[in-house]
Structures are given as C-alpha cells and as structure tokens.
C-alpha cells in the first residue's frame, strides 16, 4: 500500500509539475504572439507609408515626365544654336597678327580669356585694314587684349572667342 500510495503522490507530483511548465510554455507563446503582433502591426504602419510615398513618387515623376515633354517641345521649334566658329591660322600668320596691334590698357578685357568664353563686358575692336586684307577670314570678328597680354579674337555677334593668340 505504501508503494501504491508513493506511486500515486509522485504521479501527481509530475501531473502539477507538467502542468506548471505548460503553463510557462503557454504564457511564453502568449507574450510571443502579442510581440509579434506588435512588429506587424508596426511593418503594416510602415509599409502603408511606403506605399504613400510611392504615389508621391509616382505623381512627382508623371510631372517631370510632363515638364520635359513640355521643354522638348518647345526645343523642337528653336532653332539650334550655331556651332562656335573657329579661326585656323598658322604659326606665321599668330606672329603676323600681334605685330600689327596695339595694346591699349584703356580698352583690354580686365581678365584672362579662354576659347570659348563670351566677353560680354569687353570693348571689342575691329582689325585694321591691312590685316583684313591679308587675312579675310579676320572681317567679320573682332579682338581685344586680356590682362595677361593675350588677343582675344571673338565674333562680333556674340563676341565668342574663337582664338586666342
């Protein structure tokens, strides 16, 4: 009787035992799920904003793509802008050229020049006869000094550098 007693005690014993560890185990699947309710419901919250700033993105992207159609549009009826010209002289003629002016200070460009550049603020002269003459292509452009004592050869349209001797 004392073994059946014994046998019964330590079955109940693990019968409470066992319950007591399934109730831990419950409540640990409990918090378990709630914190994972909790991240889900964050994702949910962060992809509904993910999902706003794409309409953004998309209704800021149909604008640009408007507003370029708009500016190639209006492109196609400009005309395009001339190529810069080029003058093409020869190692003789870019020591030829500088014998035959004059620097002036009153008038020199108050910078350095480069190919290309548009002096807007400069006092463009016209060549002297005896240059045109030898070198025609020289009519239709103008020049001015730089204060590093280059000539600054432009046209006289847009007043382009197109050499600088």
Known sequence: MRNLTFAVISF???IVGGGIFLLVQINDVKSTVAE???????AIERITKIEGTLGEVKTGQGSVTSSLARIESALKGQPQPAPTPQLLISVNDAQTIPSALK???ETAYKGVG???DVLTDAKLS??????TEKFPQLKTLRYVFDTKNQILIATASDQRV???V
């Open 114 to 116: 480069n190919l290309g």
């Open 103 to 105: 620097f002036d200070p």
């Open 162 to 164: 197109v050499a600088v």
């Open 126 to 131: 016209d060549f002297p006869k005896d240059l």
């Open 12 to 14: 109940l014993i693990a």
């Open 36 to 42: 994972t309710k909790r991240d889900i419901a964050s």
